[in-house]
């Protein structure tokens, strides 16, 4: 299958009010290309210095979204471009990004990670610290808070994963009640290539497919 007929039939597959992040870290300009020619305008990349260099020299009208660890000396090669940043996975980062928005006067769009599954390796927020954040939102003006994201357990375990799913889920629907004065808290991405299809019964807003439109990574 082309990335073209990929895309086109992710855009027929998913329900209304999901949108498709292509995920094109690892696939070279061309295949970006290849997937915008087909309709696509939502990428997340996940390495800052190849979504710099894609940023600069793929079309502008492209929506960003950088979806990977970013660390903090490496702000600069993101931040400016970036419509949305889904991975913010701690204290410090957070403030880093904060920090930057205040100085360059603008309010940089977020998602806030929570830690979900058994490995100790992922990062991420616990529940108790994004609740703790949100309570606190006032000093966090140089961010907006645009809602979850989240990556279930690596297994072939279905009821593990839809129990991820479902604590994720379940504390945005909280979220979203308790801070009524957080507006623009709507989005929640869940769901990668392997369990995209699970992650459709949790009202995902995005989800991030990367090897079942471009294959296997290049480089």
Same mark, same amino acid.
């Not at 970013?70 to 980062?93: E, G, R």
């Not at 006067?105 to 490995?119: C, D, F, K, S, T």
């Not at 801070?179 to 459709?200: K, N, V, W």
């Given at each position: 299958?082309?990335?073209? #007929?990929?895309?086109k =039939?992710?855009n ?15 696939h070279?300009?061309?295949?970006v ?25 793929l ?12 660390? @903090?000396? &490496? ?7 970036? #419509? !949305?940043?889904?991975?913010? +996975?701690?204290?410090h ?32 927020? @616990? ?7 949100l309570s606190?939102?006032? &000093? ?6 645009r ?9 072939d375990?279905? +009821? ?6 479902? =604590?994720?889920?379940d !504390?945005h ?5 308790e801070h009524?004065? !957080? ?5 929640? #991405?869940i769901?990668?290539? +392997? +369990?995209? =299809?699970?992650?459709l019964?949790?009202?995902?807003t995005?989800v991030?497919i990367? @090897? ?8």
């Amino acid at each position: 299958m082309s990335i073209a #007929s990929e895309i086109k =039939r992710f855009n027929t597959e998913l329900p209304q009010g999901v949108k498709l992040v292509a995920v094109s870290k690892f696939h070279p300009a061309e295949a970006v290309l290849e997937a915008y020619n087909a309709g696509q305008r939502i990428f997340g990349e996940s390495r800052p210095q190849e979504f710099a260099a894609k940023c600069k020299a793929l079309p502008n009208d492209i929506e960003w979204h950088f979806i990977g660890h970013l660390q @903090t000396n &490496k702000l600069k090669m993101v931040l400016p471009y970036a #419509s !949305l940043v889904q991975s913010v +996975d701690s204290p410090h980062l957070l403030d880093a990004i904060n920090a930057w928005g205040l100085k360059e006067g603008r309010q940089v769009n977020i998602l806030l990670e929570l830690h979900l599954g058994a490995e100790e390796t992922k990062q991420g927020f @616990t529940s108790d610290e994004i609740e703790d954040v949100l309570s606190n939102s006032g &000093k966090y003006a140089g961010v907006c808070f645009r809602g979850l994201m989240g990556m279930a357990t690596n297994t072939d375990d279905e +009821d593990v994963i839809k129990a991820d799913f479902q =604590r994720i889920a379940d !504390l945005h629907k909280k979220l979203r009640n308790e801070h009524p004065e !957080l507006t623009c808290f709507t989005e929640l #991405s869940i769901g990668m290539s +392997d +369990d995209y =299809r699970i992650a459709l019964n949790y009202a995902p807003t995005y989800v991030r497919i990367g @090897t079942a439109i471009f294959g296997p990574r290049v480089y």
